[in-house]
């Protein structure tokens, strides 16, 4: 087999260089390799976050199972930490187990160093997940950047200090050194005179943002200039009493001269943006910012005023600078208003991606749906009505975000009880992705109330999607019988509905697993060549490729073992690329099964290996008994005895350390699956 390889760390590439902090990062490492736990403590702005990724840089050969980082800014429900980190790691949320305990698991038995940053508004959340995981994990490790301690037994605080400026001999102290770097990476030709330099960095109490949002200053202000700027402000604030500023108040005061040396339309794009959650791009910044008063908007000045981080076509703000351009928002009086475009913007586009998703747009939607999770979120969080929380049913029922999708859409159904069209769709979204969970009783109960609503209010589409879920659960609880006359009662509503519905070949599916599990093999391959050209017809993958799943199963009852492998390595492309880590999981042990089928036994024993990693990933320990898998445990004993325990164990051990999305590729190459 060729040499493997896995992904050990999403470390982002630093832009800018680290100065003065060489002691600090020396001491970090030491605790960390004494501690679990390792809090980074000190005012905003002072460096916790860049010296907390600089050390994961560091340590990165030091932990066998990688270095990660878990940026929690963005986020604002504590609940949702476990998920944060969950999704660094790669674990998808498909299980109906508690994340705490799905985290612990997975990391069990893994030497692995967490930077958890940003945690000042999420403590309690973050010391109540931190206590399970580091006592079930041994080996992990934990660096947290916060204003204040987590307040954990074993935790080793390391207060981060603003960077010195003595009051003699401060020319070639760490702050002088970081405002003449930054400013003549800048201005490459400009004279410094650095006691000028020494007296603006002791101002600004040697904190780092602080200093570096003064150099941004220099391509239009001369050091001194900058200093008579920062003393009047100083002197405004301090009520001219003379007393010193405290050092979180200096950062203020130095953000806060920023945006007055910004322009005017800058100051208000500045408090506009601060409605963002996450990473957003110009589209969503024109559709929720600009109006008469912002006719046009200046994003390019923002970032080069270091109001904006910039990545690509992406743009966020530091904390810091949002808190304060959502104060401004609150003055201006625009903060509700904000709210409201920001909502109706994401409204917008989760309709778009909801009549797009039965089509060729849904790997492009899938993207766009992780990558605005937290403004989704956000938006979420304001809305309180139906119509945002069901046009995401493709993020909560397909793309494996189950537990947030049933919390909001618990809420919205316990606040709105009054009958309606868009309470019944809440409703079959709410039995579908209560089955995803594994809750089949609260999956069926929704599932019979959404159809008798359905079908009073004559429609017929609603109808389908409540009668399929009544049929999967049927499938999961062992009644085929059911499932089956479900599943083709829910065909024909969606034929009769007046538009078509991605719930047809969903319905398609159910019935195919039916048959099949009935040994009724080629009933099924008849339904599933109905429903993949119904598919292909639409440029529809999702569905597709569970579709090709089920044709591999039957495909390998009717003992066409070439067949099999070809639909189960279809389905594992498609599962992986949209992000369904449990459907790829499954899709890869049918290809172990039909391995052992043709008798490879250490092909099969690489492939449950490849697939038990990716059961990990997806949160669960193994698969549960299901209609869509052949146990797990045949495939594995079938595999020993063809080639052995020794080379059994050899091959599955060499599974489960292979890089999954080059093992997903090469499985998609017919070359490189051979030679697996």
């Given at each position: ?6 992904r ?100 069990a ?20 997940l ?59 030709d ?29 391509r ?12 009047d ?5 301090a ?36 409605v963002f ?13 600009a ?43 625009e ?19 909801e009549?797009?998703w ?69 409703l ?14 609260a ?9 008798e609503?359905?079908?009073a ?100 009852g ?111 190459d ?7």
């Amino acid at each position: 087999m060729a040499e493997t390889r896995i992904r050990r760390d999403n470390v982002p590439a630093e832009t800018s260089s680290l100065v003065g902090r060489e002691e600090e990062l020396d001491e970090i490492a030491v605790l960390i390799g004494q501690s679990p736990l390792v809090t980074l403590t000190g005012v905003a702005g002072v460096g916790k976050s860049r010296l907390a990724v600089r050390t994961a840089e560091r340590l990165r050969d030091s932990f066998s199972d990688g270095v990660w980082v878990v940026e929690l800014s963005a986020e604002q429900n504590g609940n949702l930490v476990g998920h944060d980190i969950a999704a660094v790691l790669g674990l998808r949320e498909q299980a109906a187990r508690p994340q705490a305990e799905v985290l612990a698991d997975f990391l069990a038995d893994r030497r692995l160093l967490l930077v958890l940053d940003t945690c000042d508004h999420l403590i309690d959340a973050c010391a109540a997940l931190l206590r399970r995981i580091l006592s079930d994990a041994p080996h992990t490790r934990v660096i947290a950047t916060s204003r204040r301690p987590l307040g954990l037994p074993g935790e080793r605080l390391m207060p981060i200090e603003p960077l010195a400026v003595p009051e003699e001999d401060a020319t070639g102290s760490a702050a002088v050194r970081l405002f003449t770097e930054r400013a003549r990476a800048l201005v490459p030709d400009i004279t410094l005179d650095p006691m000028e330099v020494a007296d603006l960095c002791r101002r600004l109490d040697g904190i780092p943002l602080a200093i570096e949002l003064a150099a941004r200053r220099l391509r239009a202000l001369s050091v001194r200039q900058v200093i008579e700027r920062l003393d009047d402000r100083f002197t405004l604030l301090a009520g001219g009493s003379g007393i010193p500023l405290g050092r979180h108040q200096t950062l203020r005061t130095a953000v806060g001269w920023s945006h007055e040396l910004c322009t005017a339309a800058e100051r208000l794009l500045w408090a506009r943006l601060s409605v963002f959650a996450g990473w957003f791009d110009a589209d969503d910044a024109w559709a929720v910012c600009a109006d008469g008063r912002l006719p046009a908007l200046p994003l390019a000045q923002l970032v080069d005023k270091s109001i904006l981080v910039a990545e690509g076509s992406r743009y966020r703000m530091l904390d810091t600078i949002r808190d304060y351009g959502r104060q401004w928002l609150c003055r201006l009086g625009e903060e509700e208003r904000l709210a409201g475009l920001h909502r109706g913007h994401y409204l917008a586009r989760a309709r778009r991606a909801e009549a797009e998703w039965y089509g060729p747009r849904q790997p492009q939607w899938a993207d766009w749906a992780r990558r605005v999770m937290p403004d989704l979120e956000a938006a979420l969080d304001h809305d309180d009505g139906f119509e945002l929380v069901t046009a995401l049913w493709f993020v909560w029922c397909c793309l494996g975000r189950v537990r947030l999708g049933r919390r909001h859409l618990e809420r919205v159904l316990n606040r709105h009880a009054a009958p309606g069209p868009a309470r019944t769709k809440a409703l079959w979204v709410y039995a579908w992705a209560a089955l995803a969970a594994g809750d089949t009783a609260a999956a069926r109960d929704r599932a019979g109330e959404a159809y008798e609503a359905a079908m009073a209010e004559g429609d017929l589409a609603a109808a389908g999607c409540a009668r399929q879920n009544a049929a999967a659960t049927a499938l999961v609880l062992g009644d085929l019988d059911e499932a089956a006359r479900l599943a083709v009662e829910s065909a024909g509503l969606f034929e009769r509905a007046a538009h078509v519905h991605i719930g047809l070949p969903v319905a398609e599916i159910t019935l195919a697993t039916a048959h099949s599990l009935r040994g009724e093999f080629d009933l099924a391959v008849e339904v599933l060549m109905r429903q993949w050209a119904r598919c292909v017809e639409r440029g529809e993958l999702w569905a597709r490729s569970s579709g090709d799943h089920v044709r591999s199963l039957a495909e390998l009852g009717r003992g066409e073992h070439d067949a099999a492998e070809a639909y189960a390595r279809a389905a594992l492309g498609v599962k992986w690329r949209l992000g369904d880590v449990v459907g790829a999981a499954m899709a890869m042990d049918q290809l172990a099964a039909t391995a052992v089928a043709r008798g490879d036994g250490r092909r099969a024993a690489r492939l449950l290996g490849a697939a038990w990693r990716m059961w990990t990933t997806s949160g669960l320990p193994g698969p549960e008994p299901s209609p869509y898998l052949i146990p797990r445990a045949r495939t594995e004993g079938r595999a020993r005895a063809l080639v052995g325990d020794t080379a059994y164990e050899h091959a599955f051990d060499q599974g489960t350390i292979m890089d999954l999305d080059v093992t997903v590729a090469r499985i998609r190459d017919t070359e490189g699956f051979d030679h697996l």
